[in-house]
């Protein structure tokens, strides 16, 4: 799943949140919602009543969402603030936090009444989220300079609105968003602006964490890209009267990236390391609750483990090839020259999917939806600003049929320094043998599978969006590898294995990198050697962990360990009577819950609720 979809679905503050300036008495704030969300398609009246009662506490969130972060809550499905943009206005951020205090005490209000116990875990589920959104709010001001990566905020808020999944209703609003964006609207300065007055002012007060230079030269390297992205959607969608305003945005967005130049980059700090308070809460908002050193080390036993298991099967697959080399890494390049070209990567995606659907319904693995999935190639701007294979996950509130889709990307920005319209192709994506695990994690069974589960179950909007974390999203999309892997052929297997490989090699590099063990260049050639990844793809990765997303790339291996814990604990208890089609139907109902709650549903909800031998 991608780090923007993350950023869009989880409750995890940002520097940069709420709409701009207050709008005059002409343009007041759309009102709170008078009616509870549903995280589902089905009507309120078909959801369980503990459900109903759980989404009209979870308003109470949902309205400061709303108020503060309204791009967010538009991806969510709340329609009312299509219009609304991030507030960079001074004391935006104080202002947020006393409202998720205010939040927290009508919550804990509503707590001390009620009785059921799920509508309890909910609202504890709510209290934690708002509580994470103030701390590491007060954490940012505490330690950083607020620096707003401003064209990939405004592609964003624009791409959420300007999407074929979005009604066509929708849409138009993209337009007010982009003149508020511009400040052509009254009430509104341009967003440019705002951000670049906070980011000077930011720099001049002493103490605080400086943006990374390697962040910055990223940004500026794809800024331009991205910025031709936005012209392209409201081309694509033919919103009339975008032309001006556009011109006058990017001409804005333009100077803030010459006094990203000329005034940030000399202040800019050469490493990238967070301070540890900074690190500690990343992990935890990711729901990693290992601490860093203890995390590397289990990481690193479980590399070395899966490197003798991809040796052992790197020689089936070279003997039965005739390949000269029986090791696996000059086995895993052998079959990465088996590329996929130009039209014939979606035709094989799709087929594959029919393959896999195939296996998951012959295994009894888990239960598929009826209709089908969505894949889909990146456009240029995304894979600038999301340069992996990843799952946008459909609307969870009020969802009228909207759909997730597995976005696979072509090509990958180039590194900072290189020419503005450079790419650099991967092989890692494009070869028949990745299509296995990678349509596994991104579609079904993983992401797709699970995000529908949210929308077409019924599941409480506290445990579908505010209990959300990278953990327990990414730990089934790796879990869901694992249950294919029997079923795959052995090059299918060896490269699942790969990808595995990487992410335990992500839980040891991210905290190693951000301790200073381990130096970039030293994490780029282990990741083009060990991995064996391409160029590219190892650059955004060490990107990733540097400063994309420092303690994200951890979630994956952590929340993939505590579920196949769970799994062989419910074994070891049910013995002949376990049924993975069962768990993992049971699994997947219960929401995106951290691995603590889910193992507490499993063992209190599922294994009492079987059958006796």
């Given at each position: 799943?991608?780090?923007?979809?993350?950023?869009?679905?989880?409750?995890?503050?940002?520097?940069?949140?709420?709409?701009?300036?207050?709008?005059?008495?002409?343009?007041?704030?759309?009102?709170?919602?008078?009616?509870?969300?549903?995280?589902?398609?089905?009507?309120?009246?078909?959801?369980?009543?503990?459900?109903?009662?759980?989404?009209?506490h979870?308003?109470?969130?949902?309205?400061?969402?709303?108020?503060?972060?309204?791009?967010?809550?538009?991806?969510?499905?709340?329609?009312?603030?299509?219009?609304?943009?991030?507030?960079?206005?001074?004391?935006?951020?104080?202002?947020?936090?006393?409202?998720?205090?205010?939040?927290?005490?009508?919550?804990?209000?509503?707590?001390?009444?009620?009785?059921?116990?799920?509508?309890?875990?909910?609202?504890?589920?709510?209290?934690?989220?708002?509580?994470?959104?103030?701390?590491?709010?007060?954490?940012?001001?505490?330690?950083?300079?607020?620096?707003?990566?401003?064209?990939?905020?405004?592609?964003?808020?624009i791409?959420?609105?300007?999407?074929?999944?979005?009604?066509?209703?929708?849409?138009?609003?993209?337009?007010?968003?982009?003149?508020?964006?511009?400040?052509?609207?009254?009430?509104?300065?341009?967003?440019?602006?705002?951000?670049?007055?906070?980011?000077?002012?930011?720099l001049?007060k002493?103490?605080?964490l400086?943006?990374?230079?390697?962040?910055?030269?990223?940004?500026?390297s794809?800024?331009?890209?991205?910025?031709e992205?936005?012209?392209?959607?409201?081309?694509?969608?033919?919103?009339?009267?975008?032309?001006?305003?556009?011109?006058?945005?990017?001409?804005?967005?333009?100077?803030?990236?010459?006094?990203?130049?000329?005034?940030?980059?000399?202040?800019?700090?050469?490493?990238?390391?967070?301070?540890?308070?900074?690190?500690?809460?990343?992990?935890?908002?990711?729901?990693?609750?290992?601490?860093?050193?203890?995390?590397?080390?289990?990481?690193?036993?479980?590399?070395?483990?899966?490197?003798?298991?991809?040796?052992?099967?790197?020689?089936?697959?070279?003997?039965?090839?005739?390949?000269?080399?029986?090791?696996?890494?000059?086995?895993?390049?052998?079959?990465?020259?088996?590329?996929?070209?130009?039209?014939?990567?979606?035709?094989?995606?799709?087929?594959?999917?029919?393959?896999?659907?195939?296996?998951?319904?012959?295994e009894?693995?888990?239960?598929?939806?009826?209709?089908?999935?969505?894949?889909?190639?990146?456009?240029?701007?995304?894979?600038?600003?999301?340069?992996?294979?990843?799952?946008?996950?459909?609307?969870?509130?009020?969802?009228?049929?909207?759909?997730g889709?597995?976005?696979?990307?072509?090509?990958?920005p180039?590194?900072?320094?290189?020419?503005?319209?450079?790419?650099?192709?991967?092989?890692?994506?494009?070869?028949?043998?990745?299509?296995?695990?990678?349509?596994?994690?991104?579609?079904?069974?993983g992401?797709?599978?699970?995000?529908?589960?949210?929308?077409?179950?019924?599941?409480?909007?506290?445990?579908?969006?505010?209990?959300m974390?990278s953990?327990?999203?990414?730990g089934?999309?790796?879990?869901?590898?694992?249950?294919?892997?029997?079923?795959?052929?052995?090059?299918?297997?060896?490269?699942?294995?790969?990808?595995?490989?990487?992410?335990?090699?992500?839980a040891?590099?991210?905290p190693?990198?951000?301790?200073?063990t381990?130096?970039?260049?030293?994490?780029?050639?282990?990741?083009?050697?060990?991995?064996?990844?391409?160029?590219?793809?190892?650059?955004?990765?060490?990107?990733?962990?540097?400063?994309?997303?420092?303690?994200?790339?951890?979630?994956?291996?952590?929340?993939?360990?505590?579920?196949?814990?769970?799994?062989?604990?419910?074994?070891?208890?049910?013995?002949?009577?376990?049924?993975?089609?069962?768990?993992?139907?049971?699994?997947?109902?219960?929401?995106?819950?951290?691995?603590?709650?889910?193992?507490?549903?499993?063992?209190?909800?599922?294994?009492?609720?079987?059958?006796?031998?």
């Amino acid at each position: 799943m991608s780090l923007r979809a993350l950023r869009l679905l989880a409750l995890v503050p940002l520097v940069a949140c709420a709409r701009e300036a207050p709008p005059p008495a002409a343009a007041p704030a759309p009102p709170p919602s008078s009616a509870p969300a549903a995280a589902a398609s089905a009507p309120a009246q078909r959801l369980p009543a503990w459900v109903q009662r759980s989404n009209e506490h979870a308003e109470v969130l949902l309205d400061v969402l709303a108020r503060f972060s309204p791009e967010h809550a538009g991806a969510l499905g709340i329609e009312r603030v299509d219009r609304e943009i991030t507030d960079l206005s001074p004391g935006a951020p104080a202002r947020e936090r006393a409202a998720y205090r205010a939040a927290i005490a009508e919550l804990e209000e509503r707590r001390a009444a009620e009785e059921d116990p799920a509508v309890l875990e909910d609202l504890q589920i709510l209290i934690d989220a708002a509580d994470r959104a103030v701390r590491g709010s007060e954490l940012d001001e505490r330690h950083r300079v607020p620096y707003v990566h401003a064209t990939g905020l405004v592609f964003e808020g624009i791409a959420i609105l300007l999407d074929d999944r979005v009604a066509p209703s929708r849409r138009a609003a993209a337009l007010t968003r982009l003149r508020r964006y511009a400040g052509m609207e009254a009430g509104y300065e341009p967003i440019a602006e705002r951000a670049r007055a906070r980011l000077i002012e930011g720099l001049e007060k002493p103490g605080l964490l400086a943006p990374s230079r390697m962040e910055i030269e990223r940004h500026l390297s794809t800024n331009a890209r991205v910025r031709e992205g936005i012209g392209e959607l409201f081309r694509k969608y033919a919103i009339e009267g975008h032309e001006a305003p556009l011109a006058a945005l990017t001409r804005q967005l333009e100077a803030y990236d010459a006094a990203l130049r000329a005034d940030v980059l000399p202040k800019a700090r050469t490493g990238f390391a967070l301070p540890p308070p900074l690190y500690a809460f990343a992990l935890e908002a990711y729901g990693v609750d290992l601490p860093p050193a203890e995390l590397a080390r289990s990481a690193r036993a479980a590399f070395r483990d899966l490197q003798a298991q991809m040796q052992e099967l790197a020689a089936s697959v070279a003997r039965a090839r005739g390949l000269s080399s029986s090791d696996y890494r000059d086995v895993i390049r052998a079959l990465k020259k088996e590329q996929l070209v130009g039209e014939a990567i979606l035709p094989h995606y799709k087929e594959r999917l029919a393959q896999i659907e195939a296996i998951i319904r012959r295994e009894r693995l888990v239960t598929l939806p009826e209709r089908p999935a969505r894949i889909r190639l990146g456009t240029a701007a995304e894979s600038a600003e999301t340069p992996a294979p990843h799952m946008r996950p459909p609307r969870l509130l009020d969802n009228r049929g909207e759909e997730g889709e597995f976005v696979l990307p072509l090509s990958l920005p180039a590194p900072p320094g290189a020419a503005p319209d450079a790419q650099q192709k991967t092989d890692d994506f494009t070869h028949a043998a990745a299509s296995w695990t990678l349509t596994a994690h991104e579609a079904r069974p993983g992401h797709e599978l699970q995000f529908a589960s949210l929308v077409e179950r019924g599941v409480s909007v506290a445990r579908a969006v505010f209990a959300m974390n990278s953990a327990n999203v990414e730990g089934w999309g790796l879990y869901a590898e694992a249950i294919l892997l029997p079923f795959m052929p052995p090059e299918g297997q060896l490269i699942s294995l790969q990808f595995r490989l990487l992410r335990a090699a992500r839980a040891f590099l991210d905290p190693e990198l951000q301790a200073g063990t381990i130096t970039p260049a030293a994490a780029r050639a282990l990741l083009t050697q060990d991995v064996v990844l391409s160029a590219p793809f190892a650059q955004s990765e060490v990107e990733r962990y540097t400063f994309r997303a420092p303690g994200q790339a951890t979630s994956y291996f952590y929340g993939f360990t505590r579920l196949m814990e769970l799994r062989r604990e419910v074994e070891s208890m049910m013995g002949a009577r376990f049924d993975a089609q069962r768990f993992h139907d049971f699994v997947l109902a219960q929401g995106i819950l951290p691995p603590k709650l889910m193992r507490k549903a499993v063992l209190e909800r599922f294994v009492r609720a079987q059958p006796a031998p």
